[in-house]
């Protein structure tokens, strides 16, 4: 199957799975991807058209908000070898911001504390302020 062909059909996929809120998960995404890899097209190849197509159809991708958000947390945890409670919050914010709003904050923080636990990144909590353990606490992880 040409890539061509194979972009007509991730746009109808996509608009398939993210027609009530224009938001590609992680599930979806893979979904996406099996067809793609059943009509014989590459994982990179595949990927790289579902990126172009959400791109022009305006569709948040999940995958590449999370990458953001990595690149954000490593930035931060460059600086000092921690991630601040304003660092945090910050990250959230772009998170907010990447899904155009298809994330609710509670989502986004829980985005947010899931990868700095797969990070294993620190957090400066102060002595009496346990900020981290209460957003982790709030989000149930």
């Known amino acids: 199957m040409a890539?061509?062909?194979v972009k007509r059909r991730?746009?109808?996929?996509?608009?398939?799975r993210a027609y009530d809120d224009k938001y590609i998960d992680r599930g979806e995404e893979r979904?996406?991807?099996?067809?793609?890899?059943?009509?014989?097209?590459?994982?990179?190849?595949?990927?790289?058209?579902?990126?172009?197509?959400?791109?022009s159809q305006g569709y948040v991708l999940e995958s590449q908000v999370i990458k953001g958000l990595k690149e954000?947390?490593?930035?931060?945890a460059e600086n000092d070898?921690?991630?601040?409670?304003k660092e945090f919050n910050d990250t959230v914010t772009i998170c907010k911001?990447?899904?155009?709003?298809?994330?609710?904050?509670?989502?986004?923080?829980?985005?947010?504390v899931e990868l700095i636990e797969e990070a294993n990144y620190k957090t400066?909590?102060?002595?009496?302020?346990?900020?981290?353990?209460?957003?982790?606490?709030e989000v149930g992880v």
């Open 31 to 55: 979904e996406i991807l099996q067809i793609a890899i059943q009509q014989g097209v590459g994982v990179d190849a595949a990927r790289g058209a579902l990126v172009q197509v959400c791109d």
């Open 10 to 16: 991730f746009v109808e996929e996509v608009k398939l």
């Open 124 to 137: 400066k909590q102060g002595m009496f302020n346990h900020w981290y353990d209460k957003i982790k606490k």
């Open 3 to 5: 890539l061509d062909e």
């Open 72 to 76: 954000t947390l490593e930035t931060f």
């Open 97 to 112: 911001k990447k899904t155009q709003g298809k994330r609710t904050e509670p989502q986004c923080k829980k985005m947010v």
């Open 81 to 85: 070898g921690v991630v601040s409670e």
